[in-house]
């Protein structure tokens, strides 16, 4: 069956994956509060669409951190995805380059990021720092290399959380898969398959080391305050990207398009403002352009569509969400995306 929309992939997904990557993928940190809260914060709005708005001609395109996009929906980082399928980052990369949307890839990916920049199209590179920092470093210098356009420094994982699904069930079954380190280096394999490898004494000073080591813009990923939206403003970062993991980190964080509009106020036009967590429409695209988002990213959605059919699955979901935003533009009165403004939603 042709799935029609993301929750199509999600379901058969489940019937695919091996119950511990299942785990792994759909859990969250504890008891799943944001998890769960992340969709139900996006299905809690309510659009106020505008009427005879020459709707005929919607355009989604966009530019982000000066590159062009042909919608602002990407492709968010997520580990292992040789996981799900054989095509791992690279089916997920060209499916991305094709539907010319950004992908980012994850420091944890199953294949060496040279691999996956074979996929073209505009990529950007997670960071996970490491206490090792001539591996981190070498990290930076092999993605600014391999013609990744971003640096994005996930700032929300300093420890690692509970995750109580894979502590049931599998966390041995996704470690030690990762292709960024070389297994002939004990130490690299380590930081690759513990998480617990991460710098957790990283500071606001990581921002001026980035910068002293790539000429590559700075992206912090895992924002969900105001506060730290304007330390990031005040450390020169390029974009601000509102995320609490997919609820897979800290249990309780506000919901990510509840956090949306303090950071979007906050950054004052100064930083661009992405978000991720519980976008599975082209409804919750439109009401987080709306609240001040430049772009959304997907996590999980894009990994159940490799998982149900590699490079083509990944390519069919990002139609999909193409055409429900496209459609949600048009019938909300806003064919460009400069019409839309935070008096769309309630
Ligand atoms: C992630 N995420 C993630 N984030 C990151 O910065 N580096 C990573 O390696 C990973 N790995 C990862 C693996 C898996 C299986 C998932 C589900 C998520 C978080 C990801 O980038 C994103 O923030 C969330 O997935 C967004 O929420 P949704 O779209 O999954 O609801
Ligand atoms: C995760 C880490 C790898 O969420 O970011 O699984």
Same mark, same amino acid.
């Given at each position: ?218 992206? $912090?990923?895992? %924002? =969900? ?5 304007? *330390? +990031? /403003?005040?450390? !020169?970062?390029? #974009? ?42 082209? $409804?919750?695209? %439109? =009401? ?5 988002? *430049? +772009? /959304?990213?997907? !996590?999980?959605? #894009? ?44």
């Amino acid at each position: 069956m042709q799935p029609l929309n993301l929750h199509d992939f999600e379901a058969r997904a489940r019937e695919l994956l091996d119950p511990g990557v299942l785990a792994y993928v759909e859990g969250g940190a504890l008891d799943e509060i944001t998890l769960r809260e992340n969709a139900a914060a996006f299905q809690r709005r309510r659009l106020r669409p505008r009427v005879l708005a020459g709707a005929g001609d919607v355009d989604p395109s966009t530019t982000l951190l000066g590159a062009p996009v042909s919608m602002p929906i990407g492709i968010a980082p997520t580990a292992r995805q040789g996981l799900a399928h054989a095509g791992a980052e690279l089916a997920m990369a060209r499916a991305a380059a094709e539907a010319g949307v950004v992908f980012t890839a994850s420091t944890m990916s199953t294949m060496p990021l040279e691999t996956i920049a074979g996929g073209g199209g505009l990529r950007w590179f997670q960071l996970y720092v490491f206490e090792d920092k001539a591996l981190t470093r070498s990290l930076i210098e092999r993605a600014t290399a391999a013609g990744y356009r971003a640096l994005v420094l996930t700032v929300d994982t300093p420890v690692s959380s509970k995750r109580e699904r894979d502590l049931r069930l599998g966390v041995q079954a996704v470690e030690g898969v990762c292709g960024n380190f070389d297994p002939a280096e004990p130490a690299a394999v380590a930081a690759a398959s513990i998480t617990s490898n991460f710098d957790p004494n990283m500071t606001w000073d990581i921002v001026g080391w980035l910068r002293s080591l790539s000429p590559l813009p700075v992206v $912090l990923k895992g %924002i =969900v305050t105001a506060e730290d939206a304007r *330390r +990031a /403003v005040e450390h !020169g970062v390029d #974009a601000i990207w509102v995320s609490n993991h997919g609820g897979r980190q800290l249990d309780r964080t506000v919901a990510a398009i509840d956090a949306l509009e303090e950071v979007a106020t906050a950054a004052g036009g100064r930083a661009e403002v992405y978000v991720d967590g519980g976008v599975r429409r082209g $409804l919750d695209a %439109i =009401v987080a352009l709306a609240l001040g988002a *430049r +772009a /959304v990213f997907i !996590g999980r959605p #894009a990994y159940y569509a490799l998982a149900c059919n590699g490079q083509a699955g990944v390519h069919d979901a990002l139609e999909i969400l193409r055409a429900e935003l496209i459609n949600a533009m048009a019938l909300a009165g806003a064919p460009s995306l400069r019409d839309l403004d935070p008096s769309f939603v309630r």
